[in-house]
């Protein structure tokens, strides 16, 4: 095979290795985030606690993977997501120290 029809066959490719590897680093990532997230929220735990530490939790998580995402892909989605995601984190955690 020639240099030229290797590369050729490459460019066709439809799987982007970069964008694989981004997407397997941003999971490492938001596995991190979401036990960092748990660990605070089972130490502020009360006894009957509403679902909002979990809800934060996996908010963080996600939000944390979309972000890392934009940082290395630069595509909008990502950030737009992780934003809302971010948001959706906060209003969790203040609902969660309000007691609901």
Known sequence: MKKEDILKKAQEESSDEMETFVRDRSAVWMALAMAIAAGFFVCMRG??????????????????????????????????????????????????????
């Open 47 to 100: 006894k009957d606690a509403p679902i909002m530490d979990l809800t934060a939790t996996v908010c963080f998580s996600t939000a944390v993977c979309c972000i890392y995402r934009f940082f290395r892909l630069k595509k909008p989605y990502y950030l737009i997501m992780g934003l809302v995601l971010a948001a959706m984190t906060v209003f969790a955690t203040v609902r969660f120290f309000q007691g609901h």
